[in-house]
T-cell receptor, first 111, second 114 residues
Framework: EPEVTQTPSHQVTQMGQEVILRCVPISNHLYFYWYRQILGQKVEFLVSFYNNEISEKSEIFDDQFSVERPDGSNFTLKIRSTKLEDSAMYFC?????????FGPGTRLTVL | AQSVAQPEDQVNVAEGNPLTVKCTYSVSGNPYLFWYVQYPNRGLQFLLKYITGDNLVKGSYGFEAEFNKSQTSFHLKKPSALVSDSALYFCAVSLSTGANNLFFGTGTRLTVIP
């Protein structure tokens, strides 16, 4: 069964550093997403991506965040200058119009 | 604004017994409701959704959910629980059939006791 995969599973970084979280969506999907879950809190929507552009984003997704689909298979989330409060589990999703499938997540720890 | 509540952090049920995982929602328009399951070290897996039509929705692995507009609920049910159903279950709501911008509940951990 096809799955969304994410790398790395755990990323530790220093505050102020840039990080790139990587995702390989399911191959025939056209919609792509990033969500995050701060420890003990709800899963929160960050951004959706369709037709090579952002289709929707939340208030969390400020100028420090960017997404890219560089080669037609990978889907990346970049945080330019990480803050302590960016520490969370980041979930990538891909889907069709009616449903989303998610990866296992990348745990980002900002020190 | 949309919100989802899962009032139980933990649900325990004996194998073979029926299970219910509760979810209530609050939206300003017509709700589109989803259930996802997360097994250990795995991603969120889609179980079922309600868009419109029949209030009883059937999904994967024998799960079903009933949309109740008057009670603003979308409880997940299964007639006979399996040990392999033990996982973390998330309810989510969207104002879009396109499943964009899902608002998730905090999750309910289901443990099925052999």
């Amino acid at each position: 069964e096809p799955e969304v995969t994410q790398t790395p599973s755990h990323q530790v970084t220093q505050m102020g550093q840039e990080v790139i979280l990587r995702c390989v969506p399911i191959s025939n999907h056209l919609y792509f997403y990033w969500y995050r879950q701060i420890l003990g809190q709800k899963v929160e929507f960050l951004v959706s991506f369709y037709n090579n552009e952002i289709s929707e984003k939340s208030e969390i997704f400020d100028d420090q965040f960017s997404v890219e689909r560089p080669d037609g298979s990978n889907f990346t989330l970049k945080i330019r200058s990480t803050k302590l409060e960016d520490s969370a589990m980041y979930f990538c999703g891909s889907g069709t119009y009616n449903e989303q499938f998610f990866g296992p997540g990348t745990r980002l720890t900002v020190l | 604004a949309q919100s989802v509540a899962q009032p139980e952090d933990q649900v325990n049920v004996a194998e073979g017994n029926p299970l219910t995982v509760k979810c209530t929602y609050s939206v300003s328009g017509n709700p589109y409701l989803f259930w996802y399951v997360q097994y250990p070290n795995r991603g969120l897996q889609f179980l079922l959704k309600y868009i419109t039509g029949d209030n009883l929705v059937k999904g994967s692995y024998g799960f079903e959910a009933e949309f109740n507009k008057s009670q603003t609920s979308f409880h997940l049910k299964k007639p006979s629980a399996l040990v392999s159903d033990s996982a973390l279950y998330f309810c989510a709501v969207s104002l879009s059939t396109g499943a964009n911008n899902l608002f998730f509940g905090t999750g309910t951990r289901l443990t099925v006791i052999p």
